[in-house]
């Protein structure tokens, strides 16, 4: 199992920063930013364990994904690396989002404003590292129904997989350091939303490459 130790270590650093998370925070922290950059709504601190269970129940699903596969797709050297990614990405936006409502705490105000603050930066600079991470392992993921850029077409077809999550790949690098350049010149809200709505723009490009990929083979 020493192959799935960067996945244990990504729990590991995510939950052990929760948990002191919750030993420190109030019982009530900032939950929901505004496009001004203010927090308009409080929640509960206990509200932070939800990305990582999430993310422990994902990757304990991958971990055993390769025995129920039902149409032991493969090959699957390349897996540990895709359930460490994924862990990994998980644990970046989860200490984002940690340092984002620490620093909110430290102003006294109860709507700190965020735009130009460094707690901005760090949370659009691992959404961007977050993005580099999968964008370099798209390429290399096996056929699959759990992770990759998954229509119909591309799992059905293995050069539209090939092809699909190769050009996914450079798509998602390319926006990943865009978020990057975005954390250290230009952090503000709007600027994030931009940066998403290209994001739903490759997605439907990438379905689109897919099916044409998949129609040029049929033919």
Do not use: C
């Amino acid at each position: 199992m020493k192959k799935y130790l960067p996945a244990a270590l990504a729990l590991l650093l995510s939950w052990g920063a929760t948990l002191v998370a919750l030993a420190v925070f109030p019982e009530h922290v900032p939950a929901h930013w505004n496009l001004a950059g203010e927090v308009d709504r409080w929640g509960s601190k206990y509200e932070l364990l939800t990305l990582p269970i999430l993310q422990l129940l994902l990757v304990a699903f991958m971990l055993l994904w390769p025995r129920l596969d039902p149409a032991r797709r493969g090959p699957w050297r390349a897996w540990p690396a895709v359930v460490a990614v994924t862990a990994w990405v998980l644990t970046l936006t989860q200490l984002g989002i940690l340092y984002l409502i620490w620093s909110a705490l430290q102003n006294a105000s109860a709507k700190p404003a965020l735009e130009g603050e460094p707690a901005l930066k760090v949370l659009w600079a691992a959404v961007g590292l977050a993005l580099v991470l999968l964008g370099n392992l798209l390429p290399k993921a096996p056929q699959n129904w759990v992770f990759g850029v998954r229509t119909p077409w591309t799992l059905s077809s293995k050069k539209s997989w090939q092809v699909t999550n190769r050009i996914g790949g450079y798509v998602m690098v390319g926006i990943g350091l865009a978020f990057v350049l975005l954390a250290l010149f230009y952090p503000k809200p709007e600027a994030a939303l931009a940066l998403v709505g290209l994001l739903l723009l490759a997605t439907l490009y990438l379905a689109w490459l897919s099916y044409r990929v998949w129609q040029e083979e049929a033919a």
